[in-house]
């Protein structure tokens, strides 16, 4: 099995910073991809940037782009994501996804729990 944990959600008023962390463990052969999504309310999940293999190529989503940084811990099996200059319109539920080809030799697309990122004041 596989487990992906996310942590570093909360409140944060507007202009302030927030570093998530998602953290894979257990039968881990590779970590082929992995990423962040948020969904907001009544809105679809979107992808807000996505790593691919050992970390190296990142593509930000336009509404992001400046202030959030991604980057990733291969020894840890952990990626990360800083996020500046927050705004109220990044509240969201943000999720951690990692594509991994376990140990059994099958790849599975896994998924965090989700953290709620709040930006209010």
């Known amino acids: 099995q596989v487990h992906l944990v996310e942590s570093g959600g909360g409140l944060v008023q507007p202009g302030g910073s927030l570093r998530l962390s998602c953290a894979a463990s257990g039968s881990i052969l590779t970590i082929d991809h992995m990423g962040w999504y948020r969904q907001a309310p009544g809105k679809q999940r979107e992808l807000v940037a996505p790593?691919?293999?050992?970390?190296?190529?990142?593509a930000y989503a336009d509404s992001v782009k400046g202030r959030f940084t991604f980057s990733r811990d291969n020894t840890n099996n952990t990626v990360y994501l800083q996020m500046n200059s927050l705004k109220p319109e990044d509240t969201a539920v943000y999720y951690c996804n990692a594509v991994i080809r376990t140990l059994g030799g099958k790849t599975y697309s896994y998924w965090g729990q989700g953290t709620q990122v709040t930006v209010s004041s």
């Open positions: 790593i691919t293999g050992g970390g190296g190529s990142t």
